[in-house]
């Protein structure tokens, strides 16, 4: 009776084991990492991609109370032959302030910070101090942002106007911020704002409001290179690895990564079905790549963000790929300063001058281990984006920008 008893739980067991042998063969070795990896990722037809949201209306009375400075710097009108925008402080008629004429914006990973190093061979070009000012997009508020407490009190605008050392400047000096984040971020607005669905106002607004007559570059790459480059990047410094069991993380690794995206377009299909893509794009949850969103897959959708822009500077604006610039700096470099109106720079000198630099461009040893991305996730991030880039080359005129 025992014999015959553990014969038939042998066989079960057999039963059992070729039953998952052949599930196992059944789904996809993705799928069996990531359980719901099969579901469909969320895929917008390129027609009409904000068709039936409702328009977004900015509204600056909220910038006003979050910083009533703002306006009382400002003066009635700008001096005239300057090229930045300039005025003299309405408490001290003796100092100069100067607001920047130009605006580097885009998004991680495209390139900015070796652009931004370049075009300083021009000496009517000036930033400051640094390269990012980030008052805009993130120190003029009280925020909790990386090891800063909550409500961490805001800059004020006389602070961030005094970065740009407004003493050096001449008539003909074209001041500049590149703060790239200003094309996208707004983060914790919820915390501030829980009765609002939407960000209160956008930078473009902002921007365009105080100085309407300001040029804008924006720098864009080919969105799923540049998802994995921010990938390996900031989890490589260990940002992101306080949350590795909910994004999928054990290690920095292609295979992780793809795990991550996989989650990613989970989460923001869910979303778009829920609120629209607009709204998603804001969303501080699917950007902060401090929190939940080190894969920060809706920063590629750049018609999201470029088209604020693009209604407000129109071809004021300037839009430029890391895949050009890297080709040729010299001539994407000596192209922007004939857009800026600024005076021409010998061709020879500049190209000399970006040969002695460092190109800012390139990957850590720790990164350049990693190889490069699954082929499969590659083609999911790349159908992905597809029908956003077909509107960001309709919006351009430009099928450069279909990748």
């Not at 604006?317 to 922007?336: A, G, Q």
């Amino acid at each position: 009776m025992t014999m015959r008893w553990r014969l038939k739980s042998v066989v079960k067991i057999l039963v059992l084991l070729v039953l998952m042998l052949i599930v196992s063969i059944m789904i996809p070795e993705s799928s069996a990492r990531n359980p719901r990896s099969h579901l469909r990722h969320p895929q917008v037809s390129s027609v009409g991609l904000f068709e039936g949201e409702t328009p977004y209306r900015s509204n600056l009375e909220y910038l006003w109370q979050e910083n009533p400075d703002i306006k009382e710097a400002l003066p009635d009108q700008y001096l005239e032959g300057y090229k930045s925008f300039c005025w003299y402080n309405k408490t001290n008629t003796t100092e100069l302030l100067c607001l920047p004429s130009v605006y580097l914006v885009g998004f991680i990973k495209c390139g900015s910070s070796d652009f931004h190093q370049k075009m300083s061979y021009h000496s009517d070009l000036f930033s400051g101090r640094t390269k990012e000012r980030r008052w805009w997009s993130r120190y003029r508020l009280p925020h909790a942002w990386r090891e800063l407490p909550p409500l961490t009190p805001g800059q004020s605008f006389s602070h961030y106007l005094h970065q740009f050392q407004p003493e050096n400047v001449k008539k003909d000096t074209v001041l500049w911020d590149a703060t790239v984040g200003m094309m996208w971020q707004y983060l914790y607005w919820e915390q501030f704002y829980p009765h609002l669905e939407e960000r209160p106002y956008s930078y473009a607004d902002v921007i365009h409001t105080i100085t309407p007559q300001a040029k804008v570059l924006a720098m864009v790459r080919n969105p799923t290179e540049r998802l994995w480059s921010a990938y390996l990047f900031y989890h490589g410094h260990g940002i992101g690895k306080k949350y590795p069991l909910e994004l999928g993380y054990t290690n920095l690794s292609p295979q992780s990564f793809d795990i991550a995206v996989k989650n990613e377009m989970i989460r923001f299909r869910d979303c778009v079905e829920e609120k629209g893509l607009r709204k998603c794009c804001f969303d501080t949850k699917h950007m902060d790549r401090y929190d939940r969103a080190v894969i920060q897959l809706s920063l590629g959708i750049y018609i999201c963000y470029i088209r604020e822009w693009k209604d407000k500077f129109g071809d004021q604006m300037k839009v430029i790929r890391l895949e050009d610039y890297k080709e040729d700096r010299t001539r994407t470099v000596k192209s922007t300063y004939e857009f800026l109106g600024l005076p021409p720079v010998s061709t020879m000198g500049l190209k000399n001058y970006i040969k002695s630099l460092q190109i800012r461009m390139e990957r850590s040893k720790k990164e350049k281990k990693q190889g490069d991305m699954l082929e499969s996730t590659r083609q999911l991030l790349n159908s992905f984006y597809k029908p956003y880039n077909e509107e960001l080359a309709r919006l351009m005129g430009d099928d450069r920008f279909l990748y």
